[in-house]
Protein backbone atom coordinates (compact mmCIF):
# COMPACT_ATOMS: atom_id res chain seq x y z
CA UNK A 1 0.00 0.00 0.00
CA UNK A 2 1.45 3.06 -1.19
CA UNK A 3 1.87 5.85 1.61
CA UNK A 4 -0.48 8.30 0.63
CA UNK A 5 -3.43 5.45 0.08
CA UNK A 6 -2.53 4.39 3.61
CA UNK A 7 -2.56 7.94 4.80
CA UNK A 8 -6.27 8.11 3.35
CA UNK A 9 -7.47 4.90 4.25
CA UNK A 10 -6.60 5.46 8.32
CA UNK A 11 -8.36 9.18 7.69
CA UNK A 12 -11.43 7.20 6.55
CA UNK A 13 -11.49 4.35 9.02
CA UNK A 14 -10.93 7.23 11.79
CA UNK A 15 -13.62 9.22 10.87
CA UNK A 16 -16.17 5.85 10.22
CA UNK A 17 -15.40 4.67 13.83
CA UNK A 18 -15.44 8.08 15.27
CA UNK A 19 -18.44 8.76 13.82
CA UNK A 20 -20.13 5.44 14.31
CA UNK A 21 -19.16 5.78 18.20
CA UNK A 22 -20.82 9.09 18.12
CA UNK A 23 -24.61 7.45 16.77
CA UNK A 24 -24.16 4.72 18.85
CA UNK A 25 -23.63 6.67 22.52
CA UNK A 26 -26.61 9.18 21.06
CA UNK A 27 -28.88 6.64 19.65
CA UNK A 28 -28.21 3.28 21.63
CA UNK A 29 -26.46 4.72 25.04
CA UNK A 30 -23.40 2.37 24.79
CA UNK A 31 -19.64 2.17 23.67
CA UNK A 32 -18.39 -1.20 22.45
CA UNK A 33 -15.25 -2.11 22.66
CA UNK A 34 -14.23 -2.96 18.74
CA UNK A 35 -11.49 -3.41 16.54
CA UNK A 36 -11.58 -3.67 12.30
CA UNK A 37 -8.92 -4.27 10.31
CA UNK A 38 -8.41 -3.61 6.46
CA UNK A 39 -6.39 -5.96 4.19
CA UNK A 40 -4.65 -4.32 1.50
CA UNK A 41 -6.92 -5.86 -1.28
CA UNK A 42 -10.19 -3.76 0.74
CA UNK A 43 -11.56 -6.94 2.98
CA UNK A 44 -12.67 -5.43 6.36
CA UNK A 45 -14.21 -6.51 9.09
CA UNK A 46 -15.79 -5.39 12.28
CA UNK A 47 -15.85 -7.33 15.42
CA UNK A 48 -17.30 -6.10 18.74
CA UNK A 49 -14.91 -7.30 21.53
CA UNK A 50 -16.85 -6.74 24.77
CA UNK A 51 -18.30 -10.66 25.24
CA UNK A 52 -14.41 -11.55 25.15
CA UNK A 53 -13.43 -13.02 28.35
CA UNK A 54 -9.80 -12.12 28.33
CA UNK A 55 -7.18 -10.64 30.63
CA UNK A 56 -6.24 -6.93 28.92
CA UNK A 57 -2.92 -8.71 27.68
CA UNK A 58 -3.84 -11.90 25.95
CA UNK A 59 -6.96 -9.63 24.42
CA UNK A 60 -4.23 -7.74 23.20
CA UNK A 61 -2.55 -10.52 21.46
CA UNK A 62 -5.44 -12.30 20.11
CA UNK A 63 -6.24 -9.19 18.46
CA UNK A 64 -2.95 -9.38 17.19
CA UNK A 65 -3.58 -12.85 15.91
CA UNK A 66 -7.06 -11.95 14.40
CA UNK A 67 -5.10 -8.83 12.34
CA UNK A 68 -2.61 -11.18 11.23
CA UNK A 69 -5.75 -13.89 10.38
CA UNK A 70 -7.00 -11.25 8.01
CA UNK A 71 -3.98 -10.16 6.31
CA UNK A 72 -5.07 -6.79 7.84
CA UNK A 73 -2.59 -3.92 6.51
CA UNK A 74 -4.85 -0.91 9.03
CA UNK A 75 -7.15 -1.20 11.42
CA UNK A 76 -9.70 0.79 13.74
CA UNK A 77 -9.66 -0.01 17.57
CA UNK A 78 -12.33 1.85 19.93
CA UNK A 79 -12.64 0.76 23.45
CA UNK A 80 -13.31 2.52 27.18
CA UNK A 81 -10.16 3.64 29.34
CA UNK A 82 -10.41 5.05 32.76
CA UNK A 83 -8.25 7.98 33.54
CA UNK A 84 -7.13 9.58 36.65
CA UNK A 85 -5.87 13.44 37.51
CA UNK A 86 -3.28 12.81 39.33
CA UNK A 87 -3.90 16.53 41.06
CA UNK A 88 -7.73 16.14 41.40
CA UNK A 89 -8.08 13.05 42.43
CA UNK A 90 -10.87 12.37 39.80
CA UNK A 91 -11.29 9.55 37.77
CA UNK A 92 -13.13 9.74 34.12
CA UNK A 93 -14.29 7.25 31.47
CA UNK A 94 -12.69 8.24 28.29
CA UNK A 95 -13.38 6.95 24.72
CA UNK A 96 -10.01 6.41 23.23
CA UNK A 97 -10.89 5.93 19.04
CA UNK A 98 -7.33 4.96 16.74
CA UNK A 99 -6.61 4.05 13.25
CA UNK A 100 -3.50 2.81 12.12
CA UNK A 101 -0.75 0.59 10.31
CA UNK A 102 2.68 -0.08 11.38
CA UNK A 103 4.13 3.07 10.28
CA UNK A 104 1.45 5.71 11.07
CA UNK A 105 -1.23 6.58 13.61
CA UNK A 106 -4.58 8.67 14.23
CA UNK A 107 -5.72 8.41 18.03
CA UNK A 108 -8.58 10.75 19.32
CA UNK A 109 -10.03 10.53 22.49
CA UNK A 110 -13.55 11.62 23.94
CA UNK A 111 -14.84 12.37 27.79
CA UNK A 112 -17.97 9.74 28.63
CA UNK A 113 -20.91 11.84 29.64
CA UNK A 114 -23.54 9.53 31.59
CA UNK A 115 -27.13 9.60 31.56
CA UNK A 116 -29.94 8.46 34.06
CA UNK A 117 -29.44 4.94 33.91
CA UNK A 118 -25.76 4.55 33.44
CA UNK A 119 -26.24 5.12 29.51
CA UNK A 120 -24.16 7.00 27.50
CA UNK A 121 -25.72 10.20 26.67
CA UNK A 122 -22.84 12.14 24.44
CA UNK A 123 -19.57 12.15 23.94
CA UNK A 124 -16.99 15.12 24.34
CA UNK A 125 -13.76 15.76 22.02
CA UNK A 126 -10.32 16.01 24.42
CA UNK A 127 -8.14 16.01 21.21
CA UNK A 128 -6.93 13.85 18.15
CA UNK A 129 -3.36 13.49 17.30
CA UNK A 130 -1.43 11.21 14.92
CA UNK A 131 2.15 10.50 14.39
CA UNK A 132 4.63 7.95 12.60
CA UNK A 133 5.53 6.17 15.71
CA UNK A 134 2.70 3.79 16.70
CA UNK A 135 5.68 1.22 18.22
CA UNK A 136 5.62 4.17 21.04
CA UNK A 137 1.63 4.98 21.34
CA UNK A 138 -0.28 2.64 23.90
CA UNK A 139 -2.82 1.38 22.28
CA UNK A 140 -1.51 1.62 18.70
CA UNK A 141 0.69 -0.94 18.27
CA UNK A 142 -1.47 -4.03 16.93
CA UNK A 143 0.39 -3.61 13.69
CA UNK A 144 3.94 -2.18 14.35
CA UNK A 145 6.73 -4.64 16.02
CA UNK A 146 7.00 -8.16 15.74
CA UNK A 147 4.59 -10.92 17.82
CA UNK A 148 4.96 -14.29 18.29
CA UNK A 149 2.72 -16.73 18.84
CA UNK A 150 3.05 -20.09 19.94
CA UNK A 151 1.88 -23.31 18.78
CA UNK A 152 -0.82 -23.94 21.81
CA UNK A 153 -1.70 -20.31 21.01
CA UNK A 154 -2.25 -20.71 17.67
CA UNK A 155 -4.68 -23.11 18.45
CA UNK A 156 -6.22 -21.18 21.34
CA UNK A 157 -6.79 -18.20 19.39
CA UNK A 158 -7.93 -19.77 16.29
CA UNK A 159 -10.49 -21.48 18.17
CA UNK A 160 -11.72 -18.11 19.40
CA UNK A 161 -11.95 -16.69 16.19
CA UNK A 162 -13.91 -19.51 14.50
CA UNK A 163 -16.43 -19.33 17.06
CA UNK A 164 -16.28 -15.27 16.83
CA UNK A 165 -16.60 -15.48 13.02
CA UNK A 166 -20.76 -15.64 12.88
CA UNK A 167 -21.04 -12.84 14.66
CA UNK A 168 -18.75 -10.54 12.82
CA UNK A 169 -19.64 -8.35 10.10
CA UNK A 170 -17.35 -8.64 6.90
CA UNK A 171 -17.27 -6.66 3.83
CA UNK A 172 -15.16 -5.52 1.04
CA UNK A 173 -14.28 -1.57 0.99
CA UNK A 174 -13.67 -1.69 -3.00
CA UNK A 175 -17.33 -3.53 -3.60
CA UNK A 176 -19.75 -1.02 -5.55
CA UNK A 177 -22.92 0.37 -3.53
Same mark, same amino acid.
Given at each position: +? ?15 ? /? ?13 ? %? ?8 ? %? ?12 ? +? ?29 ? +? ?12 ? /? ?17 ? @? ?5 ? #? #? ?15 ? /?? %?? #? ?12 ? @? ?7 ? %?????
Amino acid at each position: +MEYNESRELLSELFEEF /SEWYSSLAKENGIVP %RSISGVSEEG %RQFIYLIDELELHH +MVRNKYIRFVLEEHHSAAYAYGGLALRGDGD +MGAIEEVLDVVAAD /SKHYIMGHWRVIRGEGGNV @ADLQHLG #T #TEGDDPEKQPGTWFLAG /SI %RF #TDAEKVRYGTIWED @AKPKVIFSD %RNAGG
